[in-house]
């Protein structure tokens, strides 16, 4: 079993910055995937961001050039830097890891979700 901790996330000014962070106890695989993910109420859960353990990244178009996703591979952490916020990134972020499970294969594991809202 795999249980992800997030933690960063607040009110926060238009223009202004936050890091949210989530680290996962338990054992997961040496290959996996963690991912950033927002919703708001009444809409689906979107992916913001992902990384791979070969460094591979991909982000969701709105916020490109704004927020940056690193992970500390033997603290099993991973991290999203959001700058720029704007009063749309409000949402409910959460934290996922896709690790593999042996003879059960990929399996997703969330974190509790961190409220980020962007207003004046």
């Known amino acids: 079993q795999v249980q992800l901790v997030e933690s960063g996330g607040g009110l926060v000014q238009p223009g202004g910055s936050l890091r949210l962070s989530c680290v996962a106890a338990?054992?997961?695989?040496?290959?996996?995937?963690m991912a950033w993910h927002r919703q708001v109420p009444g809409k689906q859960r979107e992916l913001v961001a992902s990384?791979?353990?070969?460094?591979?990244?991909n982000y969701t178009d709105s916020v490109k050039g704004r927020f940056a996703i690193s992970r500390d591979y033997a603290k099993k952490t991973v991290h999203l830097q959001m700058n720029n916020l704007k009063p749309e990134d409000t949402a409910v972020y959460y934290c996922?890891?896709?690790?593999?499970?042996?003879?059960?294969?990929?399996?997703?594991?969330w974190g509790q979700g961190t409220q980020v809202t962007v207003s004046s």
């Open positions: 338990g054992s997961i695989s040496q290959t996996n995937l």
């Open positions: 996922r890891v896709r690790t593999w499970i042996t003879l059960r294969g990929w399996r997703d594991y």
């Open positions: 990384m791979t353990t070969d460094g591979s990244t």
